[in-house]
């Protein structure tokens, strides 16, 4: 039985967060702070589902952009070539991306540790310069131009359409975002989850006592990717076009410093990281030309300060990681 | 052109940048011997280079260009050398105990740093590496030769023979073999592991110079964002020798500048980074290890 009272003030202290998310763009209708918490809101979408791959299951994965990318050109495709609407396009972009990472963990899991590292990085390359390259379907490197904005029925309103509006998008990321990182705390808390970690603190004891290995893997590669997938949608119907430069490996490091700043295995730390690292740049617009200089050093004093992340919950675990040196 | 002109013109090609592949990729290499850390801010190391290359070069146009090309190398070696020595100090060496993951953040957090440094210093767009090297060309049997690809042939390889030297017979090479293979054991017996750990990233940093001053030599532009993409190449060389293996990093590097020569020659120059990025990943799952590897840390 949950604790009463524990379940209560939980409730209490989502259902304010809840109303804070839902009020702030009444509050506050600057559309310029709005596009920054979406584009916060999106890395936390992948800041979750890389947290599954590299916090839970202790894959180090560096090419996590790649399933961003399958997700966004699998709606805009989808849209562009066949009329799709978004709230179609969502679901084939999730399971496409997700199975891709299913494809890619195959082969990928076999090769270990730093291996495996450079491996899906080779992953993240090639699925961005084969968008680049297949122009007759993806427009190369001027991108896929001319998707749908989400439209959508109204009580009242009749259709209301997305278009270059800041609040939807918003509503929509925050909706988003709170099912998966509510779907993310369920996971972890199951007995996948509790594989997941048990593989992540010692691969060889968690196959001895009976955990298939590398179907978990797979398990989290799949959900990993499926929740890009996710963004990735939503993040084409937003732009109204994808290019090939928005899916860098630099979008890849980028997500995984955020998991690393909330704490690894966190779902927390991954929300509350992706959120200062993805709105910390336009914090720091005020330094002008010194911005990302600025951005560097604190990625670095960060980890100096805090190496356990901001909401490390598993500490034990991590001291007794190996470190990759002594002193 | 004869089929086996234009093989062995692919060849002259790939050579070259594989000669650049392999100085930068010895850094990656290395590193990763002494402390298991992969530094993705060595490409970015190996960017400040070309960019004190250019400094000299700027500086001392009207030298003659076999007293220049020494003077280059030598300063980029130096700032670069400086750098990585200071990268070690002040970043990694703080956070050793730390997860290594944490220190690849520091290394991304490290090469957002030298980029931005770099672009505030010299500005963000293309920058003209003026080549000192006169326009000598040999024909030999239809094939081109230039004197700037002798000069990476020979730059390239004279310093892996030093290198290799260096390691295999003095005593500070066979102090980072030592560390290499067993940190805490060097330490109890009186190695001083911190002074030959900023000694290896000095060193790394400084090859990466030397193939910085010869992108720019080869290519005739730098730009700050180059560090990246070549970086990744070298590391792909790196992995593809087997990592933390010094013949292998030259082997892999000669190997991927080879494989994309040929790639571009033969096949469309479009496809040559994902035809390096694919032959990486099936070799990976042949040959785990790489080609000269031996087994890595299997933790993140």
């Given at each position: 039985m949950p604790d009463l009272a524990h379940v209560r003030s939980q409730t209490i202290r989502w259902s304010i967060g809840a109303l804070a998310a839902l009020a702030l763009p009444l509050i506050n209708p600057n559309p310029y702070q709005l596009d920054v918490l979406t584009t916060a809101l999106l890395y936390a979408l992948l800041a979750l589902g890389l947290n599954l791959i590299v916090?839970?299951?202790g894959v180090l994965h560096l090419g996590y952009a790649a399933f961003f990318a399958i997700g966004a050109y699998t709606y805009g495709l989808l849209n562009v070539?066949?009329?799709?609407?978004f709230w179609l396009g969502v679901a084939p972009a999730s399971v496409v991306a997700g199975l891709c990472g299913i494809a890619l963990g195959?082969?990928?899991?076999?090769v270990r540790g730093d291996y495996l590292a450079i491996v899906t990085l080779g992953f993240g390359e090639i699925v961005r310069i084969t968008f680049t390259n297949l122009?007759?379907?993806?427009?190369?490197?001027n991108g896929l131009l001319g998707i749908d904005h989400p439209r959508l029925w109204l009580p009242g309103q009749g259709i209301l359409d997305f278009?270059?509006?800041?609040a939807p998008y918003y509503y929509l990321v925050c909706v988003a975002t709170a099912l998966v990182a509510g779907v993310c705390v369920r996971l972890s808390r199951s007995r996948i989850g509790r594989a997941w970690r048990a593989i992540r603190e010692d691969e060889v004891a968690a196959s001895c006592m009976g955990i298939p290995v590398l179907h978990l893997k797979l398990l989290a590669q799949g959900c990993g990717g499926a929740i890009a997938g996710i963004a990735g949608a939503i993040f084409a119907a937003k732009q109204g076009t994808v290019t090939?430069?928005?899916?860098?490996f630099i979008l890849s490091v980028m997500v995984l410093a955020m998991i690393v700043l909330g704490g690894l295995g966190s779902v927390r730390g991954a929300v509350v990281g992706a959120l200062a690292l993805g709105s910390l740049p336009e914090l720091l617009?005020?330094?002008?030309?010194y911005r990302m200089l600025l951005f560097g050093l604190a990625m670095i004093l960060m980890m100096r300060l805090?190496?356990?992340?901001?909401?490390?919950?598993?500490q034990g675990t991590i001291t007794k990681q190996k470190p990759f040196g002594i002193f | 052109m004869t089929p086996l002109q234009l093989f062995l013109q692919q060849l002259a090609n790939g050579l070259t940048l594989g000669a650049i592949y392999a100085l930068i990729a010895l850094g990656y290499t290395m590193i990763y011997g002494v402390i298991?850390?992969?530094?993705?801010?060595h490409g970015e190391v190996f960017m400040v280079g070309a960019y004190a290359a250019l400094t000299i070069v700027l500086l001392?146009?009207?030298?003659p260009w076999w007293a220049l090309l020494p003077a280059c190398a030598l300063a980029a070696m130096t700032a670069c050398g400086v750098v990585g020595a200071a990268m070690e100090r002040f970043a990694y060496r703080p956070i050793r105990?730390?997860?290594?993951l944490n220190a690849l953040i520091t290394a991304i957090g490290m090469s957002f740093f030298l980029q931005n440094a770099i672009m505030l210093l010299y500005g963000a767009t293309d920058r003209q590496f003026p080549n000192?090297?006169?326009?000598v060309r040999w024909d030999i049997g239809g094939v081109t030769v230039t004197l700037m690809q002798v000069v990476i042939w020979l730059t390239g390889g004279s310093v892996m023979i030093g290198l290799q030297l260096l390691v295999m017979s003095t005593r500070l090479g066979m102090a980072m073999r030592a560390t290499a293979q067993d940190l805490r054991a060097c330490a109890l017996l009186g190695i001083p592991v911190n002074r030959i750990i900023a000694t290896t990233f000095m060193i790394g940093s400084a090859l990466a110079a030397i193939g910085g001053m010869l992108f720019g030599l080869h290519y005739g532009t730098i730009n700050f964002?180059?560090?990246?993409l070549v970086g990744l190449k070298a590391f792909t060389a790196a992995v593809l020798g087997g990592i933390g293996n010094i013949p292998g990093a030259m082997v892999g590097g000669v190997v991927l500048g080879l494989l994309e020569g040929l790639g571009a020659g033969y096949l469309s120059s479009q496809w040559k980074n994902v035809f390096a990025f694919v032959v990486l990943v099936i070799l990976l799952l042949f040959k785990?290890?790489?080609?000269?590897g031996e087994r890595v840390a299997d933790r993140a």
């Open positions: 916090g839970l299951t070539h066949l009329g799709c609407p195959i082969p990928a899991l076999r122009e007759a379907w993806t427009g190369g490197p278009g270059v509006a800041s090939p430069d928005s899916f860098d617009r005020g330094f002008e030309q805090r190496p356990q992340g901001l909401f490390g919950g598993f | 298991q850390l992969i530094n993705f801010a001392a146009s009207s030298a105990q730390a997860p290594r000192p090297i006169p326009p964002h180059d560090g990246y785990p290890t790489g080609l000269l």
